[in-house]
């Protein structure tokens, strides 16, 4: 049976982190059931792009530094990589990232290296799904020689949520995410690349930094939510199944961990999974804001008009010209080369929906605007607004 660990932690200083990472980690078997000392561990973290640590876009660097403490008292040499989405003059922003989040100043204080993931190097693999011939993963998930997953817990305008079992996909270096984007438009193709990803590593362990969590436009344009949680696991989609459930949103309403189920990734069904620490059941998140586009499934609607629907509510991004700062990040990033330089106007016809526009945009100049008024309607009809 997969067991997540659920720890109350209200704040990011450093000795109460460590307190309640060490409390959880004993549940699990204990830091000797995965490391040892000598051992090189990664700490994979969230660093979607150039954001500071109370964006509650990414990793908070307190949570990255808490974990570089506790492994180095281990003996272990601490390695931290990420490589962020986007590009601006056809440069990955990863290196900004580390700087603006004061991971960079972190490492050298606490003498962890980090590994910026644009610039280490890959390795090919052939991912098990066949969604192409051949996928490049960042060379220090196989140097190390364990790698601990440190999501962050947000909302994703596109995927409902992200945690652990999306967080890999940062294993792919800079522009190269464009592509896998192109080639898996849908959520569940895209569930099929991170289950790629997921297959071709060993990550033997995931710590949610659910303090302050992302709700909302997520990942990047929503506000903090302060939840007050850690979640610990060996397994990516149990862990990420509890942080649902504390949503009140069921595995079944996010395609790409669907996907995951479907590809053995861990266990999706919350019955099949232990709870503990300062819980026995997933605690409910009040008052917490999901996406603009998620939109629940109904056990009472037929399912296919439900998915016609739900094409049709659909909002899109759109680009408002006065937040706009002309940076052209979206328009490099997007894959299916939709947004036209000059005028930043969305060619819909191309547009595959993928939101890297609205998910890379520092300046939360991308919105979602649904198309029709009559959408609100039908959505008031059906209770799902
Ligand atoms: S919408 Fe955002 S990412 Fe695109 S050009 Fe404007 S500021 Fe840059
Ligand atoms: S316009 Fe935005 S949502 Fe559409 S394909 Fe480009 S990046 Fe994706």
Wanted: proline share 5%; glycine share 8%; with cysteine.
């Amino acid at each position: 049976m997969s067991k997540v660990i659920v720890a109350d932690c209200g704040s990011y200083d450093i000795q109460l982190l460590k307190s309640k990472i060490n409390s959880g980690i004993e549940l699990l078997g204990g830091w000797e059931r995965f490391v040892s000392p000598g051992m090189k561990v990664l700490l994979k973290i969230n660093l979607i792009g150039p954001k500071t640590p109370d964006s509650a876009a990414i990793t908070h660097t307190a949570f990255v530094q808490a974990l570089t403490q506790i492994l180095k008292e281990l003996g272990c040499t601490v390695w931290i990589g990420d490589s962020s989405g986007g590009a601006i003059g056809g440069i990955s922003p990863t290196t900004r990232s580390f700087a603006v989040s004061g991971l960079e100043d972190m490492a050298k204080k606490e003498g962890a290296i980090i590994k910026n993931f644009d610039k280490e190097g890959v390795a090919a693999v052939q991912p098990e799904s066949g969604c192409t011939d051949k996928m490049y993963i960042a060379r220090p998930m196989f140097e190390a020689d364990f790698v601990i997953n440190l999501p962050k817990f947000k909302t994703h305008s596109a995927a409902v949520y992200t945690g652990a079992v999306k967080n890999l996909f940062g294993c792919i270096p800079g522009l190269r995410k464009a592509e896998y984007h192109k080639i898996a438009a849908t959520p569940d193709k895209f569930g099929e690349v991170i289950a790629d990803i997921h297959k071709a590593v060993d990550v033997g362990l995931h710590i949610m930094d659910g303090i302050t969590a992302m709700q909302g436009e997520g990942p990047t344009a929503g506000e903090p939510y302060h939840a007050g949680k850690i979640l610990m696991s060996t397994d990516p989609l149990a862990l990420d199944t509890v942080a649902l459930a504390m949503l009140g949103v069921k595995v079944d309403n996010v395609p790409m961990l669907v996907t995951a189920g479907e590809r053995g990734l861990g266990e999706s069904r919350l019955d099949k999974i232990e709870i503990a620490g300062d819980y026995v059941a997933p605690p409910r998140l009040q008052g917490f804001r999901l996406p603009k586009r998620y939109v629940r499934k109904r056990e009472n609607v037929n399912s296919a008009i439900m998915v016609k629907i739900i094409n049709f509510l659909k909002s899109r991004p759109r680009i408002n010209l006065r937040s706009c700062k002309h940076c052209n990040m979206c328009v490099e990033s997007c894959p299916a080369g939709a947004i036209n330089r000059d005028t930043k106007k969305i060619d819909y016809g191309k547009c595959i929906e993928c939101m890297c526009c609205h998910e890379l945009c520092q300046y939360k100049a991308v919105e979602l605007k649904r198309d029709y008024r009559l959408a609100d309607i039908i959505l008031r009809i059906f209770n799902m607004s």
